[in-house]
């Protein structure tokens, strides 16, 4: 039985894998029964990913267990027994629950209480059915697999604890989490994918390449870039850069705090209030209210009906981006006036989410606005979206797909007239459909101001990450009152469009961490490559081989340790270094350069103008492994 009670219509559309897991759940149960007869069962659904099943008992159920329950959930599986339906009367139910017999192999002493509780929740006009396989009896809505020897192949994965119903004042259960599919071979590949996942973690290879720290004292969420992780965001910096350039975006760079009234004018105060951090006070006021003996209540009531002014740490670029626009005159020849920055914006995130870089509190987005007349919004989201299909083909991230997230006409909440939002909403769907990129139409999804373009990007391993969005906006133009003046001299209103389609470079570089395991490509490496001298006789002839490197502009270090060769050459590859190069008497006399590469180990020698050559190449070509 699922904890939130589900129609009838939803049950229905369980997929095959759902049924298989939700029936490997009541395997499960059967085992555990066969083990443990006592055993009480709350409710056994399938999740994401995989099942479990809630239950009471006084062993406490460990990993140590799981041996004996999968050899016995094997036993059932190979006795092939069929699920079997049986519609009983409410009666009925309420007596086979108080006789044991509702999630149990038979009659027992004490009453099934959670299946009891769980009748007591079917409304009065809905069927009661039972399943049973075997001796095994449950109650339950199904559906299921024909038999237990459809269950493919099945794991159990971890114990956990759950109160009954989600609610702490519950008794507090066993929560047995497994997963199944229709056959072996899809159950290993998706446990060497966690395995995979687990090894590119972003945390772990933060840590272990140095790339980042998040330091407890500077405060969570807030991302410390360390040189290694600079250098990845440099070189991501200067390749998005320059692709704006060629799009006629200007860079622009702007505070990262603002006045209150700024943050009133778009909207974003108090409206956002609770995912800021507390706004500033000036020195002389906060002193003044202090002395006054003003209460922390009374403050941030004065600040938020604004009596008092603030400073605000920039939630949003956008507000200071339209002043950059209005602080000069407009023809309709100058658009569209396309302004971007990467902009460092700072947001207030529940602490119990903060770990890596993928949600934080400070974070840098790869933002712009662009103020253009109506006519000009579908071409530009058109750049947009060739923006971001450039840039994620060039890392390799070929499978991507994105959401058009659209108003939802019941609501009452969006600002705007309907039949900007008609024309807004066209203009994202047409923009997909020329580019040719997979899109779904999501109704409710847009934000308040103007419907949205959501990023999908799929890795290497097959995960899917939501990236960044572009928004049309016909909101804040009004509120701060933009204008162009148009061919016939009148003064018009321009459209918006914010875009930051990475989301920004904190997150966007701890899914490149995973997409590429750590191992990236030459132009983004933090060091490009390492000379291995053998021996100390090669020290010089090392340090000639590197310098030469570092003054073409590649980034290139020399192991001088006293370590053997294959020491150092380990080392290099554990760092992720893409090229090394071993240097010995052959090499030295013959001024060549053995070249190790990352991706195919030893790739003979050349000599050392060759090799700068071909690594030049790769970097300004962006080429990948
Ligand atoms: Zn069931
Ligand atoms: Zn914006």
Same mark, same amino acid.
């Given at each position: 039985?699922?904890?939130?009670?589900?129609?009838?219509?939803?049950?229905?559309?369980?997929?095959?894998?759902?049924?298989?897991?939700?029936?490997?759940?009541?395997?499960?149960?059967?085992?555990?029964?066969?083990?443990?007869?006592?055993?009480?069962?709350?409710?056994?659904?399938?999740?994401?990913?995989?099942?479990?099943?809630?239950?009471?008992?006084?062993?406490?159920?460990?990993?140590?267990?799981?041996?004996?329950?999968?050899?016995?959930?094997?036993?059932?599986?190979?006795?092939?027994?069929?699920?079997?339906?049986?519609?009983?009367?409410?009666?009925?139910?309420?007596?086979?629950?108080?006789?044991?017999?509702?999630?149990?192999?038979?009659?027992?002493?004490?009453?099934?209480?959670?299946?009891?509780?769980?009748?007591?929740?079917?409304?009065?006009?809905?069927?009661?059915?039972?399943?049973?396989?075997?001796?095994?009896?449950?109650?339950?809505?199904?559906?299921?697999?024909?038999?237990?020897?459809?269950?493919?192949?099945?794991?159990?994965?971890?114990?956990?604890?759950?109160?009954?119903?989600?609610?702490?004042?519950?008794?507090?259960?066993?929560?047995?989490?497994?997963?199944?599919?229709?056959?072996?071979?899809?159950?290993?590949?998706?446990?060497?994918?966690?395995?995979?996942?687990?090894?590119?973690?972003?945390?772990?290879?933060?840590?272990?390449?140095?790339?980042?720290?998040?330091?407890?004292?500077?405060?969570?969420?807030?991302?410390?870039?360390?040189?290694?992780?600079?250098?990845?965001?440099?070189?991501?910096?200067?390749?998005?850069?320059?692709?704006?350039?060629?799009?006629?975006?200007?860079?622009?760079?702007?505070?990262?705090?603002?006045?209150?009234?700024?943050?009133?004018?778009?909207?974003?105060?108090?409206?956002?209030?609770?995912?800021?951090?507390?706004?500033?006070?000036?020195?002389?006021?906060?002193?003044?209210?202090?002395?006054?003996?003003?209460?922390?209540?009374?403050?941030?009531?004065?600040?938020?009906?604004?009596?008092?002014?603030?400073?605000?740490?920039?939630?949003?670029?956008?507000?200071?981006?339209?002043?950059?626009?209005?602080?000069?005159?407009?023809?309709?020849?100058?658009?569209?006036?396309?302004?971007?920055?990467?902009?460092?914006?700072?947001?207030?995130?529940?602490?119990?989410?903060?770990?890596?870089?993928?949600? #934080?509190?400070?974070?840098?987005?790869?933002?712009?606005?662009?103020?253009?007349?109506?006519?000009?919004?579908?071409?530009?989201?058109?750049?947009?979206?060739?923006?971001?299909?450039?840039?994620?083909?060039?890392?390799?991230?070929?499978?991507?797909?994105?959401?058009?997230?659209?108003?939802?006409?019941?609501?009452?909440?969006?600002?705007?007239?309907?039949?900007?939002?008609?024309?807004?909403?066209?203009?994202?769907?047409?923009?997909?459909?020329?580019?040719?990129?997979?899109?779904?139409?999501?109704?409710?999804?847009?934000?308040?101001?103007?419907?949205?373009?959501?990023?999908?990007?799929?890795?290497?391993?097959?995960?899917?990450?939501?990236?960044?969005?572009?928004?049309?906006?016909?909101?804040?133009?009004?509120?701060?009152?933009?204008?162009?003046?148009?061919?016939?001299?009148?003064?018009?209103?321009?459209?918006?469009?914010?875009?930051?389609?990475?989301?920004?470079?904190?997150?966007?570089?701890? #899914?490149?961490?995973?997409?590429?395991?750590?191992?990236?490509?030459?132009?983004?490496?933090?060091?490009?490559?390492?000379?291995?001298?053998?021996?100390?006789?090669?020290?010089?002839?090392?340090?000639?081989?590197?310098?030469?490197?570092?003054?073409?502009?590649?980034?290139?270090?020399?192991?001088?340790?006293?370590?053997?060769?294959?020491?150092?050459?380990?080392?290099?590859?554990?760092?992720?270094?893409?090229?090394?190069?071993?240097?010995?008497?052959?090499?030295?006399?013959?001024?060549? #350069?053995?070249?190790?590469?990352?991706?195919?180990?030893?790739?003979?020698?050349?000599?050392?103008?060759?090799?700068?050559?071909?690594?030049?190449?790769?970097?300004?070509?962006?080429?990948?492994?």
């Amino acid at each position: 039985m699922p904890d939130d009670r589900k129609t009838t219509e939803e049950r229905q559309r369980m997929t095959d894998l759902e049924r298989i897991r939700h029936s490997c759940a009541h395997v499960l149960a059967t085992a555990i029964l066969r083990i443990w007869p006592e055993a009480q069962f709350a409710a056994g659904p399938p999740v994401e990913n995989g099942f479990y099943y809630d239950l009471e008992l006084d062993h406490h159920i460990s990993s140590d267990d799981f041996d004996e329950i999968e050899a016995e959930m094997k036993k059932i599986i190979k006795e092939n027994q069929p699920f079997e339906r049986i519609v009983v009367s409410r009666d009925e139910a309420i007596r086979l629950a108080n006789e044991g017999q509702l999630g149990a192999l038979g009659p027992r002493p004490m009453p099934s209480k959670f299946k009891l509780d769980i009748l007591r929740g079917i409304p009065d006009e809905e069927e009661i059915s039972l399943y049973r396989n075997g001796d095994f009896t449950d109650l339950c809505a199904g559906p299921h697999v024909m038999r237990t020897g459809n269950i493919g192949a099945f794991k159990l994965t971890s114990i956990a604890s759950a109160y009954y119903k989600s609610d702490a004042n519950n008794p507090q259960l066993q929560r047995v989490y497994g997963t199944a599919f229709k056959t072996r071979a899809e159950l290993d590949h998706y446990f060497a994918l966690l395995e995979e996942a687990k090894k590119r973690d972003h945390r772990k290879l933060g840590r272990e390449l140095e790339l980042f720290h998040i330091d407890e004292e500077v405060g969570p969420g807030l991302v410390l870039w360390k040189p290694k992780g600079a250098i990845v965001r440099k070189e991501l910096q200067a390749f998005i850069s320059e692709e704006l350039g060629r799009q006629g975006y200007t860079e622009v760079f702007t505070p990262h705090i603002g006045k209150l009234t700024l943050f009133r004018t778009s909207g974003h105060y108090p409206y956002y209030r609770d995912s800021q951090f507390p706004p500033l006070i000036e020195p002389e006021t906060l002193a003044r209210f202090a002395e006054e003996g003003c209460s922390c209540a009374e403050l941030s009531n004065r600040l938020m009906k604004g009596e008092i002014e603030g400073y605000l740490l920039k939630p949003m670029n956008c507000p200071m981006h339209i002043k950059i626009y209005a602080s000069s005159q407009h023809s309709y020849r100058d658009l569209p006036v396309r302004l971007a920055e990467f902009g460092t914006v700072y947001r207030w995130e529940q602490s119990g989410e903060l770990g890596g870089m993928t949600r #934080v509190r400070g974070f840098t987005q790869d933002d712009a606005h662009i103020f253009c007349t109506e006519e000009q919004v579908l071409g530009e989201i058109r750049g947009c979206l060739q923006l971001v299909l450039k840039i994620l083909n060039t890392l390799g991230m070929n499978s991507y797909r994105v959401r058009v997230g659209l108003r939802d006409t019941d609501s009452s909440k969006y600002v705007g007239t309907s039949e900007q939002w008609d024309r807004a909403e066209d203009a994202l769907r047409e923009s997909a459909k020329n580019v040719g990129v997979p899109f779904s139409e999501e109704i409710g999804e847009a934000a308040f101001y103007g419907p949205k373009i959501d990023f999908v990007v799929k890795d290497v391993i097959g995960r899917e990450w939501q990236l960044g969005t572009v928004q049309v906006d016909y909101n804040l133009p009004e509120r701060f009152g933009l204008s162009y003046v148009a061919s016939d001299n009148s003064a018009r209103r321009p459209v918006m469009i914010h875009r930051a389609p990475f989301g920004s470079l904190e997150r966007f570089c701890g #899914v490149l961490i995973e997409h590429f395991g750590g191992s990236f490509p030459a132009w983004l490496a933090p060091e490009q490559v390492r000379v291995l001298p053998i021996s100390e006789k090669h020290l010089e002839y090392g340090r000639s081989v590197s310098g030469h490197l570092l003054d073409r502009n590649i980034r290139a270090s020399i192991d001088e340790s006293s370590d053997k060769i294959g020491a150092k050459i380990r080392l290099a590859q554990l760092q992720k270094v893409p090229y090394m190069l071993v240097l010995g008497a052959r090499e030295e006399q013959a001024g060549e #350069v053995a070249v190790r590469s990352r991706k195919n180990g030893d790739e003979g020698a050349v000599s050392a103008s060759n090799f700068v050559e071909r690594i030049e190449m790769e970097v300004r070509e962006r080429q990948r492994d």
